[in-house]
T-cell receptor, first 116, second 111 residues
Framework: DAGVIQSPRHEVTEMGQEVTLRCKLISGHNSLFWYRQTMMRGLELLIYFNNNVPIDDSGMPEDRFSAKMPNASFSTLKIQPSEPRDSAVYFC??????????????FGQGTRLTVV | GENVEQHPSTLSVQEGDSAVIKCTYSDSASNYFPWYKQELGKRPQLIIDIRSNVGEKKDQRIAVTLNKTAKHFSLHITETQPEDSAVYFCAASIGTYKYIFGTGTRLKVLA
């Protein structure tokens, strides 16, 4: 298993453009998290899904942000229109249920987004 | 609201010394506490975890302790090495699916 896979690894875009970040979960995991990491705010949970259903999107900063999970293994995070303050590293993580076994979230390598 | 506080924000130790990072959580229902290590430019990686029915867990030079009554949990690294230098995050489970992370501790091990 290759772990959580994110693409692209780096994205540079102009303000106002649409950005789509992609994530493939670890096979067998049923929870999916999107995090944003900046120096100022640390690791922020944006949204998480369980069994493809969005459970909590209270961390999504604005309506410009949206996330989907069209199937059990794939998710996208879209920013439209993007702004310079969206510049950050965006991590996707997946997890089995916390009820048993090793259940921490396993992170992808992240997408470094720069909006100019 | 749900919150995890982590201290200190930075920690410098001499190689071979011990390092301790402390976290406090707010949700008394939290029952799972993972710790992550993030090296510069890389992803957070799970290094050790503890469940609420256990008070202490050890894995080689790393140990975690949990005090449920006080809602405190700590990471202990003994015989620190330069490769231990990284940012360490604690986290607490909220409900079945969610994790809240601490703000991170930047550990520097001085050779």
């Amino acid at each position: 298993d290759a772990g959580v896979i994110q693409s692209p690894r780096h994205e540079v875009t102009e303000m106002g453009q649409e950005v789509t970040l992609r994530c493939k979960l670890i096979s067998g995991h049923n929870s999916l998290f999107w995090y944003r990491q900046t120096m100022m705010r640390g690791l922020e949970l944006l949204i998480y899904f369980n069994n493809n259903v969005p459970i909590d999107d209270s961390g999504m900063p604005e309506d410009r942000f949206s996330a989907k999970m069209p199937n059990a293994s794939f998710s996208t995070l879209k920013i439209q229109p993007s702004e310079p303050r969206d510049s950050a590293v965006y991590f996707c993580a997946s997890s089995p249920r916390t009820g048993g076994g090793k259940a921490g979230a396993f992170f992808g390598q992240g997408t470094r987004l720069t909006v100019v | 609201g749900e919150n995890v506080e982590q201290h200190p924000s930075t920690l410098s130790v001499q190689e071979g010394d011990s390092a301790v990072i402390k976290c406090t959580y707010s949700d008394s229902a939290s029952n799972y506490f993972p710790w992550y290590k993030q090296e510069l430019g890389k992803r957070p990686q799970l290094i050790i975890d503890i469940r609420s029915n256990v008070g202490e867990k050890k894995d080689q030079r790393i140990a975690v302790t949990l005090n449920k009554t006080a809602k405190h949990f700590s990471l202990h690294i003994t015989e620190t090495q330069p490769e231990d230098s990284a940012v360490y995050f604690c986290a607490a489970s909220i409900g079945t699916y969610k994790y809240i992370f601490g703000t991170g501790t930047r550990l520097k091990v001085l050779a």
